[in-house]
């Protein structure tokens, strides 16, 4: 009963936390949880620098299609030219700080990109590479 | 309604959109309540759902959802993996909710009867996703088209407030048309 207790408690606790902005180091560590290594912001930029092909109705699949070359600038969606905030924290401290958002985004994004969800070594990768600008 | 009042509403659902529709951005706010103010027959509706602006203003305009009827609500949230080329995808929750006020204010079913007008100007065999494909947009857009190509200032017909200078506070009345020319 007890121990059943302290688990409910541990569970909203966990759910509190996810729920709430986080450092992008959490971020991280929560990749870790779910089997990712050490994470390369090298090989981040190059996942973020690839292109994966052209799609006949939007055009080249790489990340820097819409968020340009330059993380530190602002992006834009191609298609509605929506001004996409930069990506690059020192530039733009509140990205990443929201877990839900951060995998809403890479879910999207992995898929229309490489043409699968990304691993959580990759979003790892990636998140060093954009945190180290 | 008084004048004064009127004008009162309409510029604080000007303010509230345009407060919302800049900082849906990307980032993401989460539950701001907006006011709520009565729709009257003709009027603009003057509220929009928060969490309608937040997920698909991150995009793109957030267009007014009485411009489509129920059923292309219904087939667009059906397939968010597939946007128009993008994958959209939202968590079910989020999704269902969107779908919810669309289907609410969904054309057939609007306050507006400008909306109500439009989507009987569908055929019942239709299911438009775009609103550029409604004949009622269709026809309201005739003398616009030569002014929306790729390399001019306006490159998308979902660039509403490029020409619709009040749009972003619901309004698309023909006085606040202002297109944007090329430089030459």
Not at chain 2, 78 to 96: I, M, Q, S, W, Y
Request: with cysteine; proline share 6%.
């Amino acid at each position: 009963m007890i121990k059943q207790s302290m688990m409910a408690v541990l569970f909203t606790l966990m759910t509190m936390m996810t729920a709430t902005a986080a450092t992008l180091e959490e971020q991280l560590a929560s990749y870790r949880t779910q089997g990712a290594g050490t994470f390369d912001a090298k090989a981040g930029q190059t996942l973020w620098t690839t292109s994966h092909g052209t799609d006949p109705e939007v055009g080249e699949k790489i990340c820097t299609a819409c968020h340009m070359d330059d993380p530190h600038k602002p992006g834009k969606h191609r298609k509605t030219g929506k001004i996409i905030e930069p990506m690059a924290v020192s530039v733009n401290p509140q990205r990443f700080t929201d877990p839900e958002k951060v995998e809403k985004w890479f879910l999207r994004n992995c898929r229309q990109v490489m043409g699968r969800e990304c691993t959580p070594q990759e979003k790892g990768d990636v998140l060093s590479y954009l945190g180290s600008l | 309604m008084h004048g004064n009042k009127r004008w009162a509403m309409v510029a604080l659902s000007t303010i509230m959109l345009t407060a919302s529709w800049a900082i849906a951005d990307d980032d993401d706010h989460k539950g701001e309540e907006h006011g709520k103010n009565k729709t009257t027959e003709n009027a603009a509706p003057a509220t929009m759902d928060p969490v309608y602006i937040k997920e698909c203003g991150a995009c793109h305009f957030p267009f007014p959802v009485g411009m489509l009827p129920d059923r292309s609500w219904r087939a667009m949230m059906a397939d968010l993996p597939h946007h128009f080329g993008e994958d959209a995808t939202l968590p079910e929750k989020v999704a269902a909710k969107i779908l919810d006020y669309a289907v609410a204010n969904a054309g057939e079913r609007s306050k507006n009867r400008l909306d109500r007008y439009v989507a009987s100007s569908v055929k019942a065999d239709q299911v438009p996703l775009r609103i550029s494909e409604v004949p009622f947009f269709v026809e309201e857009h005739k003398e616009a088209a030569k002014h929306v190509n790729a390399k001019g200032p306006v490159s998308h017909w979902s660039s509403c407030p490029l020409c619709h200078t009040k749009a972003d506070s619901g309004s698309f009345e023909e006085h606040e048309i202002k297109i944007p020319q090329a430089n030459k």
